[in-house]
């Protein structure tokens, strides 16, 4: 009972631990144990804990308290190597050539499960860290580890100086630690962690309860001594060979009892429990027989746990009897093997197989694993528990869960398959919009990147970011997918809007009028909007026609109007200045969203463009040279002018289309692809659309700022002797 053994008063020393592994593990590494021992001394260094003592008394600890569940060798290392790689410059890589690959990967997951930060905002998320913690233990000594990791500092919490750190260190014991050691049936832990975060929580009600039970022992004498002799002499005279154990409750179960069911200590019927212990299952029940036919039973409190097991695995046979004295005495009656298992928990797997590296047992280590998993979802539902059934579902969804963290340490639940990018959006909305990449474990990776159990997750932004229809495929849970799509259409509608607002000031200026926004709401009705802006949507989308507003707003002007004929337009102009004021601007960002590009034109910064607004198709933007543009001709109304309008400082760039004709020749595709990297520019895709003997054609895509980026990689391609031609090949 190592958990429960006095605080010793000097560090472990070497030989002590090892002796202490080898007293119950023949075959322990005692030269692994050695090399770890003097690796966390030297690494920790001259570091101290808050009583002053070297920080390597900690890990050294840790691992003496492990030895108390006989667990492993590989488990023993990384209790005392547990710190380095969070506290020391110790990596993973070092740790896997000094121990091996087994601790490396044991001591990284106890790292990653200490960064999880809990404070009482995310008192809700309890719970999750629980199921978290459960679910990123894919291997259960990582939680052993990290469970005694736990237990030495909450036994050394009384020198933590910041009384807040204290609380919020008992606290987050009380809520995560403490029901996890539960969990895993390590009933000695749970105890003691609970007993150590009641004393910093509540010192005063503590310190209460302790008075009146000294009080208590005081008039009522040594009751324990008492009633243990009387029930060894009961079963004595039965014949039968049994220890009987008893022991005062631990003052916080006490204190829980007593505040759910609003009774004082005088009322609590069991501060006293009796253990039991037999040599096998048909003693359980002589014994049994026994004290029912000595003492009356008290109903309702009898549980049979060897017929029915609990499906944790816990055997037992309860039972409550007004006892020696007229006290309710509550009894445990079991087999050694069963008390072991509901003491140590999944930590009695070690202590029946010798260690897991003996041949079948990691067999018996997955069983214990699934019985974990199991006695989550059943610790959590109550039998006859109403809400059972609707939280059992919901456990059982957990295994399709995958639990990340931010930076910072919070927790982030998502379905397994989600995607950094879901990641984003499950923090903030914002931060999904304003996504432009992410780490992953501090490495760069791209935002489809289906996230892993326990993965930190950096989201990095950009405020110039906006959503595009492509991250729809990039995400998995429908909060992002929702969030994507209305934020494309907000941003869609706001371009929209100030397109139509556009068309509106161009029509109205070719009769000297300006369409304000008093003037739009006489008559917005009339086409059945509700606002101004709303008709401007409508307008900008192709929905209504810029002309027939006017024509409602000024029907003799409008009358008057000549629109520009097509073939006039297409004439080469002396400049673009008439166009500075009146043009439906084109800028980077408004690509793609109400603007389009006709396919494969083109069109860069610096050629002259024309918009064609029809009905119900918004603006399509083609170079004035497209021969598609010749369909338009009967309609001269569809034409609008647009013209570029991009950001200097921060160039968009777009793409744009070359075919190639190259000799057929060793390394030359090598030069066409240096030149357009010398020249900054990206290639988006290649295609190879024709080989002969001689040369073969290639249509390379690639990214430009505007036509002058374009003619210079153009001109430098031409320079090239593999190069027989270019061009830049257009609808
Ligand atoms: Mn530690």
Redesign the pocket.
Known sequence: MATSAPKPDRMLRQYELVDRVTSYDTSADEGLINRAYVYTVSKHGKQKRHNGDPYFS??IE?AGILTGFRVDTPTIVTALL??TIEDTDATVEELAESFGPEVAELVDGVTKLGKIEFTSEHSKQAENLRKFMLAMSKDIRVLMVKLA?RLH?MRTLHFVPKPEKRRRIAQETLDIYAPLAGRMGIQSIKEELEDLSFQHLYPEARAALLEKLEAFRATSGDVIAEITEELEAAFAAEGIACKVYGREKRPYSMWVKMQRRKITLEQLSDIFGFRVIVEDVSDCYRVLGALHTRWAMVPGRFKDYLSTPKQNGYRSIHSTVIGPARKRVEVQIRTETMHELAEYGIAAHWIYKEGIRNAGASEEFADAFRWLKQLDEILETGKDDPEGFLENTKLQMYVDQVFCFTPKGMLITLPSGATALDFAYAVHTRIGDTCVGCKVNGRHVPLRTELKNGDEVEIVRSEAQRPTAAWETLVKTGKARAAIRRSIRQEREVEMTRVGRQLLHDAFAAVGKEPTDTVLERVFARFEYNTVDELCLAVGDGRVNANDVLRKVHPKLAEAVTLEEPSERRRPRESEEGLEKSAVRLSGASRGQAIQFAPATFPLPGERVVGIAEPGKGVVVYPIDSLSLGQYDEHPDYWIDVRWDVNEEDPPVFPCRFRVTLVNEVGALHLVTDVIADYDSNISNLELTRRDLDFYDLEIDLQVRDLRHATDIKIALEGLHVVNSVERPRA
């Open positions: 900690h890990p840790v547990h710190d990791d500092n």
